[in-house]
């Protein structure tokens, strides 16, 4: 099908993406991680008011990157299996890890299921602060002004999905080789980034994945919605663009795409062809960078939204772990 506003579906398969790769990108990552992992991560697991016959609800608590307290809720099946898998569930952006009953289908088929909720978002993580710039309107721009990269705000939520994969794969009952991810929209970006500094992650199922290609959406005049932040930091800090190769340069340090190499997860991603919010040449820019075993599912004739019989199709894929 031919796009009225983005590259033509044939084109897509082979676009690379515009957004600059910071020099140091891989040497950035890899001692972010060894910070992370250099962590006391002080676990704390409390019983949730909502509980079932069959699945233990809980609120997992623990210490991320900067100190900040980081909260996921967590199901377990209460007479699990030995050695059974887990799913990593990231909630779109603004958003939080959703009701109880949302993934109680996973516990049901003997998953240990954990949903992030995302700092400083709809949920009861901590964002600590402590940037240098505006922070106005979004967390893509937070932390783009301090002099220090690694105060990046999406930098430390990245982070935070490897931290609570590890957490999660070092569960007693939970098979570290069989853990998936999945989520939409920003919950599509995390599950791609968790699934790149998480080595172990199996299987992961991200939809239409935000947080790619910023200089593509700024270009296509899409800088509007989720994207908003990056046409309000530019006018108001630097509304000629000269220092435009910078900033975009900066954001290349979490701009999914980058780290997509280093995923070894088999993929299944969902991108839907009239979307305007995270546009498909954005999120092939990510496809296109993985090595490991992927696949598409492909909705021309949907936007930003639900897409049929697509959660089913991820429980499937989900249940050869």
């Not at 939080?96 to 993580?125: I, P």
Request: with cysteine; proline share 6%.
């Amino acid at each position: 099908m031919p796009l009225s506003f983005d590259y033509p579906l044939e084109e897509l398969y082979s676009y690379s993406g515009l957004n600059p790769r910071p020099a140091d990108f891989d040497s950035y990552w890899d001692d972010s991680l060894a910070e992370m992992h250099a962590l006391n991560p002080q676990v704390e697991i409390i019983p949730a008011d909502f509980q079932t016959e069959f699945a233990i609800c809980s609120h997992l608590y623990f210490t991320g990157v900067g100190g900040a307290r980081i909260h996921a809720k967590l199901w377990q099946p209460r007479r699990p299996a030995a050695q059974h898998p887990a799913l990593l569930m990231f909630h779109g952006y603004s958003g939080n890890a959703g009701d109880w009953v949302s993934r109680l289908g996973y516990v049901a088929r003997g998953f240990t299921v954990a949903a992030l909720d995302c700092r400083g978002q709809g949920g009861l993580s901590e964002d600590i602060g402590g940037v240098r710039g505006g922070t106005l309107h979004g967390h893509i721009i937070r932390g783009l002004d301090d002099l220090d990269a690694k105060n990046l705000l999406f930098r430390n939520i990245f982070l935070d999905t490897a931290q609570l994969a590890r957490i999660i794969m070092e569960l007693p009952d939970v098979d570290a080789n069989r853990v998936g991810a999945t989520g939409g929209s920003q919950g599509g970006g995390l599950t791609l980034a968790c699934a790149a500094l998480e080595p172990r992650i199996k299987l992961a199922a991200p939809n239409f994945p935000f947080l790619c290609d910023y200089q593509r959406v700024w270009e296509m005049d899409l800088d509007e919605g989720a994207y908003a932040e990056l046409r309000d930091y530019f006018r108001r800090f630097d509304p000629r663009h000269e220092r435009e190769t910078a900033v975009f340069t900066k954001l290349g340090y979490i701009d999914v795409q980058h780290l997509c190499s280093r995923i070894q997860a088999e993929i299944l991603m969902a991108v839907a062809l009239r979307d305007t919010i995270c546009p498909p040449s954005t999120q092939f820019a990510a496809y296109n960078k993985i090595t490991a075993p992927k696949q598409l599912a492909i909705y021309p004739d949907f936007a930003h939204e639900g897409l049929p019989g697509h959660d089913d199709t991820i429980y499937q894929f989900m249940s050869s772990l």
